[in-house]
């Protein structure tokens, strides 16, 4: 299917757990960023990356770790998973300036961690 | 740094009857502004933004914005909102960075709920 996929859509696990999130876009787009969505926060981006093997931390990155081998997949580590992680992640991508030009989202990852 | 603050949390509102969400961002230099939408258990899609030019701005499903420099504002509007518009509201600001790379700094979000 063309577009951005994220899985899995739901996930429970333990804290202190290894967990990876994993991110797909048929597009080919240059950009793509992980956001992550609480209460009253809105969406606030952990990491981006601007073509592949090139990442950049955004406002939230600890914690996390990502890499980009290929253009099109943007897998998300949480190394070791705490109650605070627990998030709606949402991955995204552009074609140019995100800036200026339009994201796409994924449909979400709701991570729960106990 | 850039910030945008979205004034109402939530916005009830009847069928039919007009709607504007409110939102306000903090800059010295000039912005590109964004509302994005999201329904229930989705990811966001963009309704309209504002580059340069006019300042009303038309987005899809009937919404509107208006940038107003001097107000610092970019308010979303539509005059008759349907059950289907229940969703939660992005206000987003792009701050500019040296390297030439914008980053979308996005408001609180306001929930809209639209009652028959």
């Known amino acids: 299917d063309a577009g951005i996929t994220q899985s899995p859509r739901y996930k429970i696990t333990e804290t202190g757990r290894q967990v990876t999130l994993m991110c797909h876009q048929t597009?080919?787009?240059?950009?793509m960023f992980w956001y992550r969505q609480d209460l009253g926060h809105g969406l606030r981006l952990i990491y981006y990356?601007?073509?592949?093997?090139?990442?950049d931390k955004g406002e939230v990155p600890d914690g996390y770790v990502v890499s980009r081998s290929k253009t099109e997949n943007f897998p998300l580590t949480l190394e070791s998973a705490t109650r605070s992680q627990t998030s709606v992640y949402f991955c995204?991508?552009?074609?140019?300036?995100?800036?200026?030009?339009?994201?796409?989202f994924g449909p979400g990852t709701r991570l729960t961690v106990t | 740094a850039q910030s945008v603050t979205q004034l109402d949390s939530q916005v009830p509102v009847f069928e039919e009857a007009p709607v504007e969400l409110r939102c306000n961002y903090s800059s010295s230099v000039s912005v590109y502004l964004f509302w994005y939408v999201q329904y229930p258990n989705q990811g966001l899609q963009l309704l309209l933004k504002y580059l340069s030019g006019s300042t009303l701005v038309k987005g899809i499903n009937g919404f509107e914005a208006e940038f107003n420099k001097s107000q610092t504002s970019f308010h979303l509007r539509k005059p008759s909102v349907h059950i289907s518009d229940t969703a939660e509201y992005f206000c987003a600001v792009s701050e500019g960075s040296p390297g030439g790379y914008n980053k979308l700094i996005f408001g609180a979000g306001t929930r809209l709920a639209v009652h028959p």
């Open positions: 995204a991508s552009s074609e140019w300036d995100p800036g200026r030009y339009e994201q796409y």
């Open positions: 597009w080919s787009h240059s950009y």
């Open positions: 990356s601007a073509a592949a093997d090139i990442t």
